[in-house]
């Protein structure tokens, strides 16, 4: 997981892990942790001595959110404002092609696959030629294109998640060797 160096008001310099903001005003001193939600942590002090202590369980409740909830996904679900079809985001058509060899003209949808950390896919789905293209026969290859659109949708969800909690995984372990190494220091 990503983190960053934050120094406070007070001078004090501190690791923090995305999805943790930090908050100073007037009146407000904490950390705020926003994954599925948001949740302040205050610092319980206006000198900022307990912001250690408040970044702790900051990290500790991001922790558990990665590990209970799925990981937030930027899929558009909704299709645009702009587009001219009645098709569902990610799937167009239909798209009038001619085979080579044939020399004959085909219909097909096109299909956009996400996939979690690579190019998007682009499969098409054969509805019909010109003699046998019907209504019926594009309804049925808008299913199956809706079908493999969700498909690949909660594929890459699933995908997402684990590397979410992959990330939070290396975050906790990052954290138990920091504190070791501050517990070593500290004996000596």
Not at 1 to 17: A, H, L, T, W, Y
Not at 32 to 57: C, E, I, N, W
Not at 110 to 134: A, D, M, W
Not at 147 to 163: D, I, W
């Amino acid at each position: 997981m990503k983190v960053r160096d934050v120094v406070i008001f007070s001078g004090e310099q501190f690791s923090v892990p995305q999805c943790i903001q930090r908050i100073d005003t007037r009146s407000t001193h904490g950390w705020q942790v926003r994954y599925h939600g948001t949740k302040m942590f205050s610092d319980h002090s206006p000198d900022g001595s307990g912001a250690r202590a408040a970044l702790d369980k900051a990290t500790k409740e991001l922790l558990k959110r990665i590990a209970e909830h799925p990981a937030p996904v930027a899929l558009q679900r909704a299709p645009s404002a702009h587009k001219t079809s009645d098709l569902p985001s990610g799937i167009s058509g239909p798209i009038v092609r001619t085979r080579r060899n044939a020399g004959t003209r085909v219909a097909v949808l096109s299909v956009l696959l996400p996939q979690f950390g690579k190019r998007p896919k682009c499969t098409t789905i054969h509805i019909g030629s010109e003699n046998t293209y019907t209504p019926r026969r594009f309804k049925d290859a808008v299913a199956r294109a809706i079908e493999l659109r969700s498909q690949a949708e909660q594929v890459y969800e699933q995908e997402a998640t684990r590397a979410r909690r992959r990330e939070g995984a290396q975050l906790r372990s990052m954290l138990r060797e920091a504190a070791s190494g501050a517990a070593a220091t500290a004996a000596e």
